[in-house]
């Protein structure tokens, strides 16, 4: 006759081990959470410092807009001048006029623009912390319009290197020394056609220059405005 053997369950031993494992699943969930709240903590503290370093940026491209916003206004007025003067014909009558307003427009102005801290952020993913989609649309366009602008300088920078030569053929470089003097020149040699209209248009340039980098830069001001009042804001939270 076979046996109906059963093993005895200790009960006590059941509730230890299933004490044993809600406590550890529960040390698991808590390492968890206690895990992402300190990687949390870490995002949003480097974010914070992305976030006032880029502050600092703008404020100081802020002095920067300004400042050539006023130089623009100041070499806008002489390029076209100059234009009009070879237009009319009437340059060896203003030849002092004329020394004083190249002495003006001369040097080849770049506004130096900074945009590293966004280029930080984005080369080292710190964009990903930035949950304000509003924040980031308009830090992109600021930073496609500082491109725009240094994309354009650089092309008339080109151009006017190239044409420069044919310019120095054409005025009298012999007593220029700086913005701030004022130099003597020689009367222009009677210009034909082809040469008036080439003057007109290396002047014409570098007025749409400037007043495309002044345009430019009214729209780089409006919205650095913005991020300064909207970083001012995620700064706050």
């Known amino acids: 006759m076979a046996l109906n053997y059963q093993p005895k369950v200790n009960r006590k031993a059941v509730k230890i081990y299933f004490l044993e494992f809600i406590m550890t699943t529960l040390a698991i969930t808590l390492g968890f959470f206690a895990e992402n709240v300190r990687e949390s903590s870490i995002d949003k503290k480097v974010t914070t410092q992305y976030l006032e370093t880029f502050q600092l940026e703008l404020l100081n491209n802020k002095i920067v807009f300004n400042n050539y916003d006023s130089i623009y206004n100041s070499i806008m007025p002489a390029e ?54 509003a924040l980031k649309d308009s830090m992109a366009v600021y930073s496609e319009l500082i491109q725009q602008i ?62 495309s980098d002044k345009s430019l830069l009214e729209r780089l001001m409006l919205t650095n405005d ?3 009042s909207t970083i001012n804001q995620e700064l706050k939270k």
Not at 99 to 124: C, E, K, W
Not at 154 to 160: E, G, P, T
Not at 165 to 189: K, N, T, V, W
């Open 80 to 133: 076209d001048s100059i234009v009009n003067i070879f237009y009319e014909k009437t340059e060896n009558k203003n030849l002092y006029t004329i020394g004083r307003l190249l002495a003006r427009t001369r040097r080849f102005i770049i506004p130096p623009i900074s945009i590293s801290a966004y280029q930080q952020m984005v080369n080292s993913g710190g964009l990903k912390n930035i949950y304000n989609l």
């Open 150 to 211: 240094e994309n354009y300088n650089a092309y008339i920078f080109d151009l006017r290197s190239a044409n420069s030569p044919q310019i120095g053929m054409l005025e009298d470089f012999h007593d220029f020394a700086g913005p701030d003097h004022i130099p003597s020149i020689d009367s222009y040699p009677a210009l034909t056609a082809r040469e008036r209209r080439f003057i007109i248009y290396y002047y014409r340039t570098l007025f749409m220059r400037s007043l």
């Open 226 to 228: 913005h991020l300064l």
